[in-house]
């Protein structure tokens, strides 16, 4: 092997599971063909849609494309089955220095998203993940959305891409850190499943980001793989797909144990926990104030610390613009939408605690 082919994957393969996304698949095939380094392969994976003309009308925007039409066979898992079925069939005829780029069927990657994640790879990173920014709707749900993307993009900035999950988005993974990942799987080292996605698991990305971890793989996401991706539109399905992010980390915390690479996000859980655990305090000791302890009296300390707040959310929103910069300074609206997703924590961890249905 040359120094050249040690260095760089030299193939490309990207895989999109689609099953609904008529409207936005054209725009994402579109950004592949934008890219500064393109894939060498593109490949739609299709679910069948219970409306047979929806898969069809998918299967046509693929070809005119320019892109392979796989179809799924039997699958009953959803995205994770999706793949899995996908890379079945694509790893053996990978070498292990090939770069396998999943993305979602909703999700636009930025022009340099595949020079940038290529580029981290060749410096030995088993997997390369992105930031990625809300696009528009949603009204007020959506907008506080897109400031939770900038902060956290933001942040990721700062740790110089230290990420405790991979998004799902889209990921450049080497194909030899897959084929690690399904041998482990089968001789014991990693949690059971069918393929390099764990169907069990309600957070799939999450689960193979700390796969890849136990297995020694480094990940990052710099700063510059970026892309767009859809926000929820109502505070129903913002609801529901928060349940399922915060339930099923916490499973995969438990399904792992606590281990070197399991710290951060136990870590993590606690000080969530702790969190909601004083905002419901304030919240019942502010109720109380003004129904039974004669009303509030505003404290120095509290006007500094609203102010010190308020700075800070307007700041970690810079980059979106002086409209979200100047409505985060108004605190209460976002304060609200910490509540609500501190109020589905509340609910992730009860659900998993009862052992409730689990399903998205």
């Not at 393109?38 to 494309?65: C, S």
Request: proline fraction near 3%; hydrophobic fraction near 40%; glycine fraction near 8%.
């Amino acid at each position: 092997m040359n120094e050249m082919s040690a260095q760089e994957p030299p193939h490309v393969v990207v895989l999109v599971p689609a099953y609904r996304e008529v409207d936005s698949l054209p725009q994402v095939l579109e950004a592949l063909h934008r890219q500064t380094h393109r894939a060498e392969r593109v490949i739609v994976t299709l679910d069948p849609h219970k409306e047979p003309g929806r898969t069809a009308e998918l299967e046509r925007i693929t070809r005119a494309a320019g892109a392979e039409v796989w179809h799924s066979v039997d699958n009953r898992y959803k995205k994770a089955g999706n793949l899995n079925g996908a890379l079945d069939r694509l790893l053996p005829s990978l070498t292990d220095e090939d770069a396998i780029l999943v993305q979602d069927a909703d999700t636009y990657l930025d022009p340099h998203f595949i020079e940038v994640t290529r580029r981290k790879m060749a410096q030995g990173y088993g997997a390369v993940g992105g930031n990625f920014r809300g696009r528009t709707g949603g009204r007020l749900c959506g907008a506080f959305q897109r400031n939770e993307f900038a902060r956290y993009a933001r942040d990721t900035a700062r740790k110089r891409g230290k990420v405790l999950c991979l998004t799902g988005t889209a990921c450049l993974f080497r194909a030899g850190a897959l084929k690690d990942v399904l041998r482990a799987r089968g001789t014991g080292r990693l949690p059971a499943a069918d393929g390099v996605y764990d169907t069990k698991a309600l957070t799939e990305d999450n689960e193979l980001t700390l796969a890849l971890k136990h297995l020694r793989h480094r990940i990052v996401a710099p700063s510059r793989a970026t892309m767009t991706t859809e926000v929820m539109e109502t505070w129903r399905s913002l609801a529901r797909q928060r349940l399922r992010w915060k339930r099923g980390a916490l499973e995969n915390l438990l399904d792992y144990g606590l281990t070197r690479y399991t710290t951060e996000g136990w870590v993590r859980q606690l000080v969530a926990f702790l969190g909601t655990s004083v905002s419901t305090a304030y919240v019942g000791s502010l109720i109380w104030f003004l129904t039974v302890g004669g009303g509030i009296r505003i404290a120095p300390f509290w006007i500094a610390f609203t102010a010190f707040y308020a700075v800070e959310r307007a700041v970690t929103v810079r980059s979106r613009g002086w409209r979200a910069t100047t409505a985060s300074m108004l605190v209460i609206p976002e304060w609200f939408y910490d509540l609500f997703l501190q109020g589905v924590h509340i609910r992730a961890l009860a659900d998993t605690a009862l052992r409730r249905d689990r399903n998205w």
